[in-house]
T-cell receptor, first 111, second 113 residues
Framework: NAGVTQTPKFQVLKTGQSMTLQCAQD?????MYWYRQDPGMGLRLIYY???????DKGEVPNGYNVSRLNKREFSLRLESAAPSQTSVYFC??????????FGPGTRLTVT | GENVEQHPSTLSVQEGDSAVIKCTYS??????FPWYKQELGKRPQLIID?????GEKKDQRIAVTLNKTAKHFSLHITETQPEDSAVYFC????????????FGGGTRLMVKP
């Protein structure tokens, strides 16, 4: 039981490049989330998926898109990366709003 | 939407002392209040939570209190140890409204040996 996994762990992009962050969970959770954490800051919700087939914007959705591929997988795409998107990205999952379990994070640097 | 404020942003205590972190929230519909601990370079981990039908919950050295009238909740850590050093985040959510949590800005707790 791996819990929540994320790939890659680290990534460096140039401004304007695109990439997809992958997240998978093996706990049969309905809800999945993407957060960003800037240095010394709290967690801000980018997008979430309350259940398979649905996605909704969070607090800071601009510049991102998501896909809930199936119940296990929830990906985050940056279409045209900007330096302001340099951050640590955490995926989380949970049976509902209770008990969110976080993945190990992806450290992204945009130069 | 919900707004969660957390104080203090940094807290330094001597080993063995108690530490208290306070949060306020704005949405009276919120009914779930978890606390997460994040060690340096690691993922946030749930350490304790409280639901709106309870005023206090305790788990060994940590406890959380909730005042729904005043819309604030607090984390209390007694007999602090160096391994309690981390960033602590509070959060608030309404499980009836879209499965979202709103996080506070975090408190960096330093426990000096």
């Amino acid at each position: 039981n791996a819990g929540v996994t994320q790939t890659p762990k680290f990534q460096v992009l140039k401004t304007g490049q695109s990439m997809t962050l992958q997240c998978a969970q093996d706990m049969n959770h309905n809800s999945m989330y993407w957060y960003r954490q800037d240095p010394g800051m709290g967690l801000r919700l980018i997008y979430y998926s309350a259940s398979e087939g649905t996605t909704d914007k969070g607090e800071v959705p601009n510049g991102y898109n998501v896909s809930r591929l199936n119940k296990r997988e929830f990906s985050l795409r940056l279409e045209s990366a900007a330096p302001s998107q340099t951050s640590v990205y955490f995926c989380a999952s949970g049976p509902r709003v209770y008990e969110q379990y976080f993945g190990p994070g992806t450290r992204l640097t945009v130069t | 939407g919900e707004n969660v404020e957390q104080h203090p942003s940094t807290l330094s205590v001597q080993e063995g002392d108690s530490a208290v972190i306070k949060c306020t929230y704005s949405d009276s519909a919120s009914n779930y209040f978890p606390w997460y601990k994040q060690e340096l370079g690691k993922r946030p981990q749930l350490i304790i939570d409280i639901r709106s039908n309870v005023g206090e919950k305790k788990d060994q050295r940590i406890a959380v209190t909730l005042n729904k009238t005043a819309k604030h909740f607090s984390l209390h850590i007694t007999e602090t140890q160096p391994e309690d050093s981390a960033v602590y985040f509070c959060a608030a959510g309404d499980n009836n409204a879209g499965n979202m949590l709103t996080f506070g800005g975090g408190t960096r707790l330093m426990v000096k040996p």
